[in-house]
Structures are given as structure tokens and as C-alpha cells.
């Protein structure tokens, strides 16, 4: 059974500041997919940012991008110029053939 | 476009009561998606249905809890003879073919139980 774990439950930064998110998994499957999820207080999940496990090169999508290790299996999470709308619950989370498993999450702040 | 939809977004009901949620995927969507959201985790999956078929259930779902796509449609998500452990956000996400490499999510379901 595959396992993701998000080692950080609360961080907080200042606005403009850079942070990182980790996730790390777990499992013996070959291909997969890997995705960082944000859920702002009371409002709906969103996708942030896809990686495929076949691709070596990491996924960006604007201010956030992933440093995806494959061997490690770590799948960390960058925002830069972080601001005050990236305030939410991140979840990273990984898809076999089916349904997604999620980590517990890591509640992000960000700070004027 | 319209997202995907549930209904409703909030329920209260008493212990031992029947409740039923729906969600609407968003069109040409054939795959559809439960899962379990406890306050300060991340969701767990329940079930998941490809069109009309159910294809896959959690040993979360206990026998109380059935699900069905009648027409590969909408959805819906009944509970029956509700405890205090089932309040909980149940959100619903739908998948479009042919990678099924993203999940778009309802607003989700809050379920109280008292």
C-alpha cells in the first residue's frame, strides 16, 4: 500500500519570503503520478502542481515548482514570492492507477 | 464550465438518522470519486466509480455506508444509521478520460452528527 507523509504540520513565513514544502512516500510501483494540492480555509481543494514519475525533469507552474526525487522518494514543494493568497492547508499526494492517497497535510502562512 | 457540484454543503442530523449527499462530476467526467475528510487531516478515500460501475471500496466504507452512479452521471452517497464518528467532510471529485491524471474537487459535504 502506498503512504505519502508530510513531515511539517504548521509553517509560517513573511510575505515575499521562499519556502519548501516536503513530502516524502512510499511505494513499489513504477509509474505514478504526484501532486500538490492547497486548500484555503473553508473553500475547496485545488490542484497546484503535477509531476509524472516518468519525467525527470521538474514540474513548474509560476511561483511553484517541485523537486521531485524519484530514488529518495521525495517530492518537495517550492513557493516563491510567497503571498498572503497562498495561506492554506498543502496537500501532497500520489495516484497509482486509481484514487489518490494524501499526506496529513501542512498548514502554510503567510504573513504581511 | 461548471465545476463539480455537491449537494448539500452542510448537514446536521442526529445519531441513528439516514442522510443522502449527491454530487454532480463535471460533464464528460466518467470518473467519479469519494473520500472522507476529518478535521486537520487529509481526505481518505472511500469509493470510486468509472461511468455506472463501482470499481473500487475502502474498507472505510462500512456497511452502512452505499454509494451509487445509477446513470454514470451523478452521484450519491447515503449513510445509514449515522454515528458520532461519521461527521466529517466528504468530498467528491471527478476525472476525465483517457489518463484520469487529474481530480477536480467539489466543495465538499460537512456532515455533523449529534
Redesign the interface.
Known amino acids: 500500500a502506498q503512504t ?1 507523509t508530510q513531515s511539517q504540520p504548521e509553517m509560517s513565513v513573511q510575505e515575499a519570503e521562499t519556502v519548501t514544502l516536503s513530502c516524502t512516500y512510499d511505494t513499489s510501483e513504477n509509474n505514478y ?1 504526484l ?1 500538490w ?1 492547497k486548500q484555503p480555509p473553508s ?5 497546484v502542481i ?1 509531476q ?1 514519475a516518468y519525467k525527470q525533469q521538474n514540474a513548474t507552474e509560476n511561483r511553484f515548482s517541485v523537486n521531485f526525487q524519484k530514488a529518495a522518494k521525495s517530492f518537495s514543494l517550492k513557493i516563491s514570492d510567497s503571498q498572503l493568497g497562498d495561506t492554506a492547508m498543502y ?1 501532497c ?1 500520489f ?1 497509482g492507477a ?8 501542512t498548514r502554510l502562512t503567510i504573513n504581511p | 464550465d461548471t465545476g463539480v457540484s455537491q449537494d448539500p454543503r452542510h448537514k446536521i442530523t442526529k445519531r441513528g438518522q439516514n442522510v443522502t449527499f449527491r454530487c454532480d462530476p463535471i460533464s464528460e467526467h466518467n ?1 467519479l ?1 469519494w ?1 472522507r475528510q476529518t478535521l ?6 472511500l469509493t ?1 466509480f468509472q461511468n455506472e460501475a463501482q ?2 471500496k475502502s474498507r472505510l466504507l462500512s456497511d452502512r455506508f452505499s454509494a451509487e452512479r445509477p446513470k454514470g452521471s451523478f452521484s450519491t452517497l447515503e449513510i445509514q444509521r449515522t454515528e458520532q464518528g461519521d461527521s466529517a467532510m466528504y ?1 467528491c ?1 471527478s476525472s476525465p478520460p483517457p489518463y ?9 459535504t460537512r456532515l455533523t452528527v449529534l
Open positions: 505519502v503520478y501532486f494540492y473553500r475547496q481543494m485545488i490542484l503535477r509524472e496537500f499526494a495516484q486509481q484514487k489518490l492517497v494524501f499526506g496529513q497535510g | 470518473r470519486y473520500y486537520g487531516q487529509g481526505p481518505e478515500f470510486y470499481l473500487e468530498l471529485a484520469y491524471n487529474e481530480q477536480f474537487f467539489g466543495p465538499g
